[in-house]
């Protein structure tokens, strides 16, 4: 499913936009990361939506270096103007 790549704000009718994308390229770089699709043990629906936008992120491993953590992190916070631009990333 997408829902897990969609940023929070979408959710709440916002337009796609370039910080929506580096919320999704942040579930992409956990995906390389674990070799796990985001929130693959649950259900794709509303009760993930609501998750999502009470702040639920997928569990970073322990294995992961420093950097790319704080660097995925940045890439999910919640306000859209806080998030990394790509020539950052």
Request: charged letters at 30%; a negative charge; glycine letters at 6%.
């Amino acid at each position: 499913g997408v829902i897990p790549y969609i940023a929070p704000e979408i959710f709440r009718g916002s337009e796609f936009s370039k910080e929506a994308d580096i919320y999704g390229f942040g579930m992409i770089m956990w995906e390389l990361t674990t070799g796990c699709k985001p929130f693959d043990n649950v259900k794709h629906d509303h009760n993930l939506i609501y998750k999502i936008l009470d702040g639920e992120r997928p569990k970073i491993t322990e294995d992961t270096p420093e950097c790319y953590a704080n660097l995925m992190k940045s890439c999910w916070d919640p306000d859209p103007k806080k998030r990394p631009t790509i020539k950052k990333i």
